[in-house]
């Protein structure tokens, strides 16, 4: 009896030939096997990248609380869970495809051996997609590589993901070929990048876990640089959507010069500060998106760099989300697309403040005007001229101390202002706006006492202490200096 209908078998050796082409990097390849190790309850993940030539292997392992060998089978069956089906939230997976389009993306064998932790039962499957193209059907192996020795995990449960015959990442060389090998490492190199900032959530405060690659453990690459005092983390909000909260938090980055050599490179990531702006997209703590205006219709400008805003859904939101396989993209609903266009206007016109005014700090807990060192005019032929400012409160500290000797100290002050290099001065900042230093940043020692002589003066011209710490703490150059303030702050009052 004709039913009405075919079966439409895809054939195996052309179906998994296509999930090769997803478009992985190798860095949101190693991350996507990470994610099912998180999942798992894993406090600790190894990856490691093993050099033998033609035969070199990749290697992560964990130690969660493993699969039993039917879960296991699951887990290796392509389209192996629906994205609709309800999750935990702590799960980071989505379409049952990431193990293995992940893996095939970069080879050509995936063995994966998985000790069970209620067991302690040991399970082996394996995928060679060379006896799938010759066999033409779905043969799943229940043996490890023939000659390759995969340490099984503890009985206390945990998984070992093996990648073989990579012909993406290495091909045929030769064990004594140095470039290949130099090729190998510098993946290496970008994979513990990429997880330092896909997964830093994970590797820092409570109950944070442990990745290490080639032995090293991996240090978390925070992109707002939350712990640097001169990051402005501007007010959060939470926008309702679909009886869940989507919680967005803006953040302005210190300006260059207030960064060293480290935090200015951390600041940067692997692809500059240009291309690191915009919003941090987080799924479960997960980020899938580093930077980007998310199609809302802002350019990557150059004064507007130190805009980054970070908006964390949970995981239930994927579908609305537009979340792909790679997990790597993920577009707002358009529901929200009017508010995240109003928050990131804001946070990209306080960034263009700090980033013109050289840092300076305008979120301030007190409404006094900023103090400038200097003031700007045009000379009687109208070019540019630069006067220290005489009511600045370690100038009038000056004037106090000098006396009698008050005009001498003047005539200095007026040397200074007729000689100001203002040609070399602005060839130097046209050459390298980014990197002018702030004042004092390579004299911190002599600031406690120029505070301490600004604060002086003060007090003597009748301001109360906290009046006369609140007057230094908006003044050029001790705005730079938060944490000076406050440690002066502590001693006087």
């Known amino acids: 009896m004709d039913q009405g209908w075919d079966i439409a078998e895809p054939r195996a050796d052309a179906l998994i030939e296509s999930l090769r082409a997803f478009g992985y990097s190798p860095e949101a390849a190693v991350a996507d096997l990470i994610d099912n190790s998180i999942s798992a309850g894993a406090k600790r993940v190894s990856v490691d990248f093993i050099w033998i030539g033609r035969d070199s292997l990749v290697r992560v392992s964990d130690d969660g609380h493993g699969m039993t060998e039917a879960a296991l089978a699951a887990a290796m069956r392509p389209g192996s869970a629906n994205p609709l089906e309800v999750r935990r939230a702590t799960d980071l997976g989505r379409f049952g495809l990431g193990l293995k389009t992940a893996s095939f993306s970069q080879a050509r064998e995936l063995t994966v051996v998985s000790t069970d932790a209620a067991t302690g039962v040991t399970s082996t499957r394996r995928w060679d997609l060379d006896t799938v193209a010759v066999s033409s059907e779905w043969r799943l192996l229940r043996t490890a590589p023939e000659g390759c020795e995969i340490a099984a995990p503890a009985s206390s449960g945990g998984t070992v993901v093996q990648w073989g015959k990579l012909d993406r990442l290495v091909g045929n060389a030769d ?45 978390p690459l925070d992109p707002f640089l939350i712990d640097h005092p001169a990051t402005q983390r501007l007010e959060s909000e939470e926008l309702p959507f679909r009886g869940s909260l989507i919680r967005v938090t803006p953040y302005v980055l210190p300006h260059r010069s207030k960064l060293d050599d480290e935090d200015a490179e951390r600041g940067g990531g692997v692809h500059g500060w240009n291309q690191q702006q915009g919003f941090y997209v987080y799924r479960s703590k997960r980020l899938l998106v580093p930077g980007d205006w998310l199609g809302l219709g802002m350019a990557r400008d150059e004064h507007t760099k130190l805009a980054r805003i970070a908006i964390d859904f949970p995981s239930s939101m994927d579908h609305e989300w537009q979340v792909d396989v790679k997990k790597s993209t993920a577009r707002p609903p358009s529901e929200l697309t009017e508010s995240l266009r109003r928050i990131a206007r ?16 305008f979120v301030r807990q007190n409404s006094r005007d900023f103090v400038f060192a200097w003031h700007e005019y045009r000379g009687r032929n109208g070019e540019l001229k630069y006067k220290v400012n005489r009511r600045h409160p370690v100038i009038t500290a000056l004037f106090e101390a000098a ?31 980014d990197n002018q230093s702030t004042p004092f940043s390579e004299a911190r020692r002599e600031l406690g006492a120029l505070v301490d002589f600004a604060f002086s003066g003060l007090l003597s011209d009748g301001a109360s202490p906290s009046e006369a710490i609140d007057r230094i703490a908006v003044i050029e150059p001790f705005v730079y200096f938060p944490e000076v303030i406050a440690a002066f702050r502590e001693g006087k009052l």
């Open 175 to 219: 064990i004594d070929d140095p470039r290949a090998q130099r090729r190998l490492l510098d993946v290496a190199t970008r994979v513990q990048r990429h997880l330092a900032v896909t997964f830093h959530r994970f590797l820092g405060g409570r109950g944070r876990i442990r990745i290490d690659i080639n032995g090293r453990e991996i240090q």
């Open 346 to 361: 804001a946070t990209r016109s306080k960034a263009e403040d700090v980033y013109r005014h050289r840092g300076k700090i």
């Open 403 to 433: 006396g009698q000797n008050r005009q001498i100290v003047e005539r200095a002050l007026r040397f200074i202002e007729e000689t100001v290099p203002t040609t070399m001065i602005g060839a130097a900042v046209a050459s390298a706006i």
